[in-house]
């Protein structure tokens, strides 16, 4: 959830979509992102639209946001009609989504598959955080149809926990995949961050040495962005700690490659890595490639057929606008044919399966021999990909290409 999005249109508030988006939904498909912005502690890197328990009244909290949520699915039902296809994917994100009692998850699940049904193999996911769920919660998502865990285990270590304000235990992430495993669940996947103050090499390697010590099927590896506004943005802007530049970044970008390869895991996406094409993450993937998705929850975003809409993002808000019977959106942009070229340029190119060159205007594809000559890409030769090392400039690689 970026804290500032584009200012766009106004967004009808009825939640209507035009005959040219809903036109793409028999031919694309569809998947569904829940957002819960609850939060037991907020941590001093985050940017995200979340909340703790002091900063919501009762009109704002877990009650007002579930009946706006069912609210939500009963009007995406009627914006997309029967054209929609059954749902591929579904993502429970925040926040953390497993401060909510499981029966409050599945409950959303079975109302998004009752009005639109699910694939039978769909990919539904819920991030938890390691000290808001044991092996009862475990047991109750898997029965209600949740298939996937999504763990922010961000470190190993301690004293690198504490500067993130994670207040979980460093081994209870890795104790969780157990218990997911003997729960049922067959896809587990564990989210890093490197690049924390303070943190060591050795700090970081210990982080991956420990997630390779459980295999999971899939991980997530991200550098710390110390976001304006955030309590650690303040501490930074203090002096009272330093971030990590940019070459150490770089450093800790490759230890994980070189550690996570050796584990049996392929980078699909920059920051992402499966045990095997079967274990990629298929909601981002949805994300990724252009696909439809209606977003849920305060602060939502959502794209079906080229136009894309985000919600109020206050809970309070977001829940009376529903309860009035309008849609919850506080904007919108329809895309032109362009916009989504340079997108798909920007999201494809860093997946490992690449970009076709024929999304390239003419001009762009002239610039291609140049990244090839620095060893950024490689082209074979329908399709362009980034190699390691473009990997680690991958910002660069595509204004490069697109300017």
Same mark, same amino acid.
């Given at each position: 959830?970026?804290?500032?999005?584009?200012?766009?249109?106004?967004?009808?508030?009825?939640?209507?979509?035009?005959?040219?988006?809903?036109?793409?939904?028999?031919?694309?498909?569809?998947?569904?992102?829940?957002?819960?912005?609850?939060?037991?502690?907020?941590?001093?890197?985050?940017?995200?639209?979340?909340?703790?328990?002091?900063?919501?009244?009762?009109?704002?909290?877990?009650?007002?946001?579930?009946?706006?949520?069912?609210?939500?699915?009963?009007?995406?039902?009627?914006?997309?009609?029967?054209?929609?296809?059954?749902?591929?994917?579904?993502?429970?994100?925040? =926040? @953390? +989504?497993?401060?909510?009692?499981?029966?409050?998850? /599945?409950?959303?699940? !079975?109302?998004? $598959?009752?009005?639109?049904?699910?694939?039978?193999?769909?990919?539904?996911?819920?991030?938890?955080?390691?000290?808001?769920?044991?092996?009862?919660?475990?047991?109750?998502?898997?029965?209600?149809?949740?298939?996937?865990?999504?763990?922010?285990?961000?470190?190993?270590?301690?004293?690198?926990?504490?500067?993130?304000?994670?207040?979980?235990?460093?081994?209870?992430?890795?104790?969780?995949?157990?218990?997911?495993?003997?729960?049922?669940?067959g896809q587990i996947s564990l989210d890093l961050i490197? =690049? @924390? +103050?303070?943190?060591?090499?050795?700090?970081?390697? /210990?982080?991956?040495? !420990?997630?390779? $010590?459980?295999?999971?099927?899939?991980?997530?590896?991200?550098?710390?962005?110390?976001?304006?506004?955030?309590?650690?943005?303040?501490?930074?802007?203090?002096?009272?700690?330093?971030?990590?530049?940019?070459?150490?970044?770089?450093?800790?970008?490759?230890?994980?490659?070189?550690?996570?390869?050796?584990?049996?895991?392929?980078?699909?996406?920059?920051?992402?890595?499966?045990?095997?094409?079967?274990h990629r993450a298929r909601h981002n993937m949805a994300?990724?490639?252009?696909?439809?998705?209606? =977003?849920?929850?305060?602060?939502?975003?959502?794209?079906?057929?080229?136009?894309?809409?985000?919600?109020?993002?206050?809970?309070?808000?977001?829940?009376?606008?529903?309860?009035?019977?309008?849609?919850?959106?506080?904007?919108?942009?329809?895309?032109?044919?362009?916009?989504?070229?340079?997108?798909?340029?920007?999201?494809?190119?860093?997946?490992?399966?690449?970009?076709?060159?024929?999304?390239?205007?003419?001009?762009?594809?002239?610039?291609?021999?140049?990244?090839?000559?620095?060893?950024?890409?490689?082209?074979?030769?329908?399709?362009?990909?980034?190699?390691?090392?473009?990997?680690?400039?991958?910002?660069?690689?595509?204004?490069?290409?697109?300017?």
């Amino acid at each position: 959830m970026p804290s500032a999005p584009p200012p766009g249109e106004p967004a009808p508030t009825d939640g209507s979509l035009p005959a040219s988006a809903l036109a793409s939904l028999p031919v694309r498909p569809l998947s569904f992102y829940v957002h819960v912005p609850f939060c037991r502690v907020r941590c001093g890197y985050c940017d995200f639209n979340t909340y703790t328990a002091d900063q919501l009244g009762a009109d704002a909290g877990p009650d007002a946001w579930l009946r706006a949520v069912h609210s939500e699915i009963d009007m995406a039902a009627r914006v997309l009609g029967d054209q929609a296809p059954a749902v591929e994917t579904v993502f429970f994100g925040g =926040g @953390t +989504p497993t401060l909510l009692r499981p029966s409050q998850l /599945t409950g959303v699940l !079975a109302h998004i $598959s009752d009005r639109f049904g699910l694939q039978p193999d769909a990919e539904v996911t819920t991030e938890a955080n390691p000290e808001t769920i044991g092996p009862a919660e475990l047991d109750s998502l898997i029965a209600g149809g949740i298939n996937r865990l999504s763990l922010g285990m961000q470190s190993a270590v301690p004293h690198v926990l504490a500067t993130l304000d994670r207040v979980h235990t460093p081994g209870r992430a890795l104790e969780l995949v157990a218990m997911a495993r003997r729960a049922g669940f067959g896809q587990i996947s564990l989210d890093l961050i490197y =690049g @924390t +103050p303070g943190e060591r090499t050795e700090d970081w390697q /210990t982080s991956l040495d !420990a997630v390779c $010590s459980v295999h999971p099927d899939h991980v997530s590896a991200y550098a710390l962005v110390i976001e304006p506004g955030t309590a650690m943005a303040r501490k930074v802007a203090h002096g009272q700690i330093r971030p990590v530049d940019d070459d150490e970044e770089a450093d800790d970008y490759l230890m994980a490659e070189a550690t996570l390869a050796a584990a049996g895991f392929q980078n699909y996406e920059v920051s992402n890595w499966a045990r095997d094409s079967g274990h990629r993450a298929r909601h981002n993937m949805a994300y990724w490639t252009g696909a439809n998705w209606w =977003g849920i929850g305060p602060g939502a975003h959502s794209h079906v057929g080229g136009v894309r809409w985000w919600n109020l993002r206050h809970p309070g808000r977001y829940a009376a606008a529903l309860a009035a019977g309008n849609s919850a959106a506080q904007a919108r942009e329809v895309l032109d044919a362009e916009t989504r070229r340079v997108e798909r340029v920007l999201l494809e190119l860093r997946l490992s399966d690449g970009l076709p060159v024929e999304v390239l205007t003419a001009t762009e594809q002239q610039r291609l021999s140049g990244l090839a000559e620095r060893g950024l890409i490689e082209i074979d030769p329908d399709w362009v990909r980034l190699t390691l090392d473009g990997r680690l400039l991958a910002d660069g690689v595509i204004r490069d290409l697109l300017d």
